[in-house]
């Protein structure tokens, strides 16, 4: 019997971890490198939601995104015995009365009807928030708790692979052999780290900064998450998670008072109430131009690989392109068009 194949995986945020749990699954031989400034994956609410409130529309492959990201969640809860995947109601204040009859247009469609209730009237008249034009509560979205997801995550693979918890030395690289250990495939998923990767530096990959506050309230509500011009998380005991902002091309992960006043301004628009700020987080988000996941093979050198770019929405994209990004490098399963590292490099 052949031995196993061996990948290694540079990085273990999000991306990474959820990788190496797809090639564990398949028997491969996995280790994981990761120095430990995974700050965008740790700060990140992990709401998954399946709808893009600016136009009213599905998020993109909600449907086959959301079943598999419910079974890959869950059962990494049960083989962990750890908690950090639950549902939540996200409610949106609307913005404008367009807002609304967007969202009356919508609900009546069946291709939305697992992800909208329909409007009612307690709705219309919501109480526990600034509700100057209506509201909508949307259906099948969830929440994962960062922080516990990835320490459970990187104990399963630990007890299956390996980790090595260093900075990648990358003239320690030679064609396959890292440290002088020969592997058979390398996947690069560092954020937006890869702005220092020598085989993909190159690509679009923009550090964008996001910075959240937990506060203390007494005044909202603790059953859904509200969402309007911010998200409001609740957390238990009257705390919330709020944010985000949005800093282009800003690759360091600092808090700012800009950042803290720009949130609490937007809270604004939810509640008159003077919260109390309890703790002030910022992260770097790899974000592209074309607002999809860079997955795939370098051109020249087909054993590099990378999967990178899941962006503000990437606790619900990387559990089923991670499983779809596996099977292309196993048994070269296509991959989606849309993420295909090959069209930053066409017509080079």
Same mark, same amino acid.
């Given at each position: 019997?052949?031995? =196993?194949?061996?990948?290694?995986?540079? *990085?273990?945020?999000?991306?990474?971890?959820?990788?190496?749990?797809?090639?564990?699954?398949?028997?491969?031989?996995?280790?994981?490198? !990761?120095?430990?400034?995974?700050?965008?994956?740790?700060?990140?609410?992990?709401?998954?939601?399946?709808?893009?409130?600016?136009?009213?529309?599905?998020? #993109?492959?909600?449907?086959?995104?959301? =079943?598999?990201?419910?079974?890959?969640?869950?059962?990494?809860?049960?083989?962990?015995?750890?908690?950090?995947?639950?549902? &939540? &109601?996200?409610?949106?204040?609307?913005?404008?009365?367009?807002?609304?009859?967007? #969202?009356?247009?919508?609900?009546?469609?069946?291709?939305?009807?697992?992800?909208?209730?329909?409007?009612?009237?307690?709705?219309?008249?919501?109480?526990?928030?600034?509700?100057?034009?209506?509201?909508?509560?949307?259906?099948?979205?969830?929440?994962?708790?960062?922080?516990?997801?990835?320490?459970?995550?990187?104990? #399963?693979?630990?007890?299956?692979?390996?980790?090595?918890?260093?900075?990648? !030395?990358? =003239?320690?690289?030679?064609?396959?052999?890292?440290?002088?250990?020969?592997?058979?495939?390398?996947?690069?998923?560092?954020? +937006?780290?890869?702005?220092?990767?020598?085989?993909?530096?190159?690509?679009? @990959?923009?550090?964008?900064?996001?910075?959240?506050?937990?506060?203390?309230?007494?005044?909202?509500?603790?059953?859904?998450?509200?969402?309007?011009?911010?998200?409001?998380?609740?957390?238990?005991?009257?705390?919330?998670?709020? *944010?985000?902002?949005?800093? #282009?091309?800003?690759?360091?992960?600092?808090?700012?008072?800009? *950042?803290?006043?720009?949130?609490?301004?937007?809270?604004?628009?939810?509640?008159?109430?003077?919260? @109390? &700020?309890?703790?002030?987080?910022?992260?770097?988000?790899? $974000?592209?131009?074309?607002?999809? =996941?860079?997955?795939?093979?370098?051109?020249?050198?087909?054993? +590099? $690989?990378?999967?990178?770019?899941?962006?503000?929405?990437?606790?619900?994209?990387?559990?089923?392109?991670?499983?779809?990004?596996?099977?292309?490098?196993?048994? !070269?399963?296509?991959?989606?068009?849309?993420?295909?590292?090959?069209?930053?490099?066409?017509?080079?």
């Amino acid at each position: 019997m052949s031995d =196993p194949k061996k990948f290694l995986i540079v *990085g273990a945020g999000l991306s990474g971890v959820c990788v190496a749990i797809q090639l564990l699954r398949e028997g491969i031989d996995v280790t994981l490198v !990761d120095d430990g400034k995974n700050e965008s994956s740790v700060i990140a609410a992990g709401m998954i939601n399946p709808l893009v409130f600016r136009r009213m529309t599905k998020s #993109w492959r909600v449907d086959e995104f959301l =079943p598999y990201l419910i079974d890959f969640y869950t059962k990494l809860e049960l083989e962990t015995s750890a908690s950090f995947f639950s549902e &939540v &109601v996200i409610r949106r204040l609307f913005s404008h009365e367009q807002e609304g009859d967007f #969202w009356l247009d919508k609900q009546s469609n069946s291709e939305f009807e697992n992800y909208m209730f329909p409007i009612s009237e307690e709705d219309t008249q919501y109480a526990k928030a600034i509700n100057l034009f209506g509201s909508g509560r949307v259906k099948n979205a969830f929440t994962v708790d960062a922080r516990p997801f990835l320490e459970s995550a990187k104990k #399963w693979i630990s007890e299956r692979g390996s980790i090595l918890f260093e900075t990648v !030395d990358y =003239p320690q690289l030679d064609e396959t052999c890292y440290k002088g250990i020969k592997y058979d495939t390398l996947v690069f998923c560092e954020g +937006y780290h890869n702005l220092s990767n020598p085989w993909f530096g190159d690509l679009p @990959i923009n550090p964008t900064k996001g910075e959240t506050l937990t506060i203390s309230s007494e005044n909202l509500p603790e059953d859904e998450s509200l969402n309007r011009k911010c998200f409001v998380l609740p957390l238990g005991n009257k705390q919330f998670k709020i *944010g985000s902002t949005y800093v #282009w091309e800003t690759p360091k992960a600092e808090t700012s008072e800009d *950042g803290k006043k720009e949130i609490l301004e937007n809270l604004s628009h939810l509640t008159p109430e003077n919260v @109390i &700020v309890l703790d002030h987080e910022a992260g770097v988000r790899p $974000t592209i131009r074309d607002r999809r =996941p860079i997955l795939g093979r370098h051109p020249n050198h087909p054993n +590099y $690989t990378i999967f990178n770019g899941m962006g503000a929405k990437g606790y619900m994209l990387a559990p089923l392109l991670s499983r779809e990004f596996v099977l292309h490098l196993l048994i !070269d399963q296509k991959l989606d068009p849309e993420v295909r590292v090959e069209r930053f490099y066409l017509g080079r």
